[in-house]
Nanobody
Framework: QVQLVESGGGLVQPGGSLRLSCAAS????????MGWFRQAPGKEREFVGC????????NYADSLKDRFTISVETAKNTMYLQMNSLKPEDTAVYYC???????????????WGQGTQVTVSS
């Protein structure tokens, strides 16, 4: 199994920045992409962005593309989410995931991390 561990969450003030990390124990043949999702209490899981393992192709939610940046260190099997100009509406549990297809659909991903809480508040 692929083990995914998110880290870097915490409390940040509006306008601040935060970088999340997702470390994968290993990659499999089914692992083509890595993605970030977020979920606030009582809300549906929301696509944040995803990347191919090489980092050559990156896709973001339209509302986040100007503030969030995804990068990967393939040698370390680690994906990052750099979040800038954070807003209270960004508050959520952020999850990383891996899957076989380049997709915005949570159902397309096979493995999920435990999530890390991001709270944006003054």
């Amino acid at each position: 199994q692929v083990q995914l561990v998110e880290s870097g969450g915490g409390l940040v003030q509006p306008g601040g920045s935060l970088r999340l990390s997702c470390a994968a124990s290993r990659r499999t043949l089914r692992t083509v992409v890595m993605g970030w999702f977020r979920q606030a209490p009582g809300k549906e899981r929301e696509f944040v962005g995803c990347t191919t393992l090489s980092g050559g192709t990156v896709n973001y939610a339209d509302s986040l593309k100007d503030r969030f940046t995804i990068s990967v260190e393939t040698a370390k099997n680690t994906m990052y989410l750099q979040m800038n100009s954070l807003k209270p509406e960004d508050t959520a549990v952020y999850y990383c995931a891996t899957g076989p297809t380049f997709s915005r659909d949570p159902g397309s991903y096979n493995y999920w991390g435990q999530g890390t809480q991001v709270t944006v508040s003054s």
